[in-house]
């Protein structure tokens, strides 16, 4: 296959003539997160892909930074407080990406429900409290009566409606958090390089010899690093195996589905989360986006093919009886959905959610209320935490399961390789950093060299490099530099949100005034900056990781799929054969997404 990317090409040289002190297995928001430190840290830092970066879990998530509220019902405090504050520090690392947002909880009378009115009361008391949120917040948090939650959701089912619980969560692009992790790396002196197989990995001296074959070209090569990191997600334990390992952390993948509809089909404000109404233990989300409206998940385990999971018949039937079981006006059919994704969760052998989560669902009205008293005078400082941890264990009936489990995610250390499994994408840099303390070590006992791990809490992500309390205004301004150039406010707002303090980068391009046949300037621009500084080399790569157009503009594709693809084709030197795979491999995953084989199995 004919191909040429300078900068890939480039990238693979260093890989070839530098010695590593780190090696990444894995660029999802793990391992971007990893090398973000490593490489802050003054580690020289390689990480590599079998896929685009982001093309596994981390393109295929709800799209949250999710507070994770129900886990308070298990007395999972920990993971409640864990979950926020990590939610806070990604947001200032990254002020351009997580947006905070209401999360509108219904809640119904029915035995099996989550939260009934005081549960959901004192939770989200406990909740604002972990998170901070400071009482004058316009996202503090509100319970309405259900008068007032039908008068707020005039679609939702009225029936045995209760009332609705009103908090702060955060909304997300996942993709996008990952690639301006990787460009952040890049910039501090990482080399990253996309479709790059790990074989195998061997000892190589004091360090390892990590075998590499190029998915493009065939080309088969190695890199030698001091020590490995194996943040593979749902390969996890594919590359422990060849890796000759002892480790038996077994990856237990589940399976989540997502369909997007216009959202004049179901109209909501804000992020909605509810029980299925199956009594599976299952919770549903639906949420607004760019004139759009997404709902998920199915949550089902997956023993098929991690590289190419798929929606299915019956994971359209499941999420769609279940949105017209709570909007029972909506009517919501398979011809509805313009777009879907299907993706993994890595999750941790045995049982449990995504959390780590093992527990029954223990905590009455009553005891969620004493618990919601002590941990006000906790944070009066009125009492010792340990008397808030007494508690928990006695209403529990047994030991808190230990932060690590809670969390859903374990790091271990064996023979220069780090293994990083589980997690979720809100914890993505509270595992990065205990992955360095990890790494700090074995160079300490190892090489004899001290490592001092970047605050991984005060660093920006690419494009984050602006105040954080005051996203909104920065924002603007950046959206006001495009408009002086002659970008229209939509598009500017669109590009000032995607590329933050890099705005100005695409800007630089626009004032070149070149643009591509049929591509409007900024269009032209924001491509030529995905191919040059994205690491963007297929249609697929841009028109589902770095813009989200696939899922969320799909109105959009029929006029830019066949400039874009000539113009990628025109940089990257494709040769026709290699432009007609390039096509093809893109059609093909745009008519998965909408769903065009799937919806024949509905006439």
């Known amino acids: 296959m004919q191909f040429k990317s300078d900068q890939r090409i480039s990238a ?10 780190v090696v990444i297995i894995g660029a999802g928001i793990t391992g971007a997160g990893i090398a973000l430190q490593t490489a802050a840290s003054g580690l020289r830092t390689a990480i590599i892909d079998m896929q685009d970066f982001a093309e596994g879990t981390s393109s295929r998530s709800t799209k949250l930074v999710h507070g994770g509220i129900r886990y308070l019902k298990t007395f999972d405090v920990d993971v409640v407080a864990d979950t926020v504050s990590e939610r806070a520090r990604v947001q200032q690392v990254a002020p351009h990406i997580p947006r905070p947002s209401h999360m509108l909880m219904p809640l119904y009378d029915d035995p099996e429900a989550t939260f009934t009115p005081m549960s959901a009361e004192v939770a989200m008391g406990i909740y604002d409290k972990l998170a901070n949120v400071p009482k004058d917040s316009p996202y503090v948090h509100r319970l309405l009566s259900a008068e007032e939650a039908h008068d707020y959701l005039p679609m939702l089912d009225s029936k045995g409606l209760v009332g609705l619980a009103i908090y702060l969560d955060y909304q997300n692009n996942d993709a996008r958090l990952t690639i301006e992790n990787i460009k952040q790396a890049v910039s501090d002196g990482a080399v990253a390089v996309s479709h790059l197989k790990a074989t195998s990995v061997t000892p190589d001296g004091s360090g390892k010899r990590i075998s590499v074959a190029d998915t493009f070209t065939k080309e088969l090569f190695d890199i030698k690093g001091k020590v490995v990191i194996n943040a593979a997600g749902p390969w996890h334990d594919s590359i422990t195996e060849f890796a000759d390992e ?21 109209p909501v404000p804000n992020t909605v989360y509810f029980d299925s109404g199956f009594h599976d233990g299952r919770m549903l989300f639906v949420i607004p986006r760019a004139n759009k409206t997404y709902f998920g998940t199915t949550d089902t385990d997956y023993t098929g093919d991690y590289l190419h999971p798929k929606v299915e018949k019956a994971d359209v039937e499941y999420l769609l009886t279940a949105m017209n079981n709570h909007f029972p006006h909506a009517n919501i059919t398979v011809d509805d959905i313009q777009a879907s994704w299907a993706g993994l969760r890595p999750l941790i052998g045995g049982t449990g959610d995504y959390n780590g989560n093992t527990k029954k669902k223990v905590a009455s009205d009553e005891n969620l209320h004493t618990l919601g008293e002590n941990l006000d005078k906790y944070f009066k400082h009125e009492i010792d935490r340990e008397v808030v941890d007494d508690q928990l264990d006695s209403l529990a009936g047994n030991k808190k399961s230990t932060s690590s489990v809670s969390r859903g995610f374990q790091i271990k250390a064996e023979n220069g390789i780090v293994n990083v499994s589980g997690g979720k994408l809100t914890d993505y840099r509270l595992m990065a950093t205990e992955t360095m303390e990890e790494i700090a070590k074995i160079f300490a006992d190892k090489f004899e060299k001290t490592i001092t791990p970047v605050d991984a809490t005060q660093y920006s992500v690419s494009g984050g490099h602006f105040d954080p309390n005051n996203v909104d205004g920065e924002l603007e301004k950046y959206a006001e530099e495009l408009v002086k150039y002659e970008v229209n406010e939509v598009k500017a707002k669109e590009i000032a949100s995607l590329y933050g303090s890099n705005t100005p980068e695409i ?12 591509l409007s300037v900024a269009e032209t621009s924001m491509l030529h900056y995905a191919i040059e500084k994205e690491f963007v080399l297929r249609p697929i790569d841009y028109f589902l990781r770095r813009t989200n157009y696939l899922l969320f503009k799909s109105e959009d594709l029929a006029r830019l799929e066949t400039p874009v693809i000539d113009e990628m084709a025109k940089m990257l030197s494709w040769s026709d054969e290699t432009k007609q795979a390039m096509t093809e491999e893109y059609i093909s995953a745009r008519d998965e997404s909408q769903l065009k084989a799937l919806k024949k199995e509905f006439k």
């Open 507 to 518: 800007i630089e391009y626009i004032k070149t005034g070149v643009s591509a046949p049929k």
């Open 12 to 21: 693979i040289q260093q890989l070839k003539e530098n010695d590593f002190d």
């Open 246 to 266: 002892t480790t038996q952390d077994a990856i237990r993948p589940t399976k989540g589905v997502h369909l997007v509809i216009n959202q004049d089909r179901l």
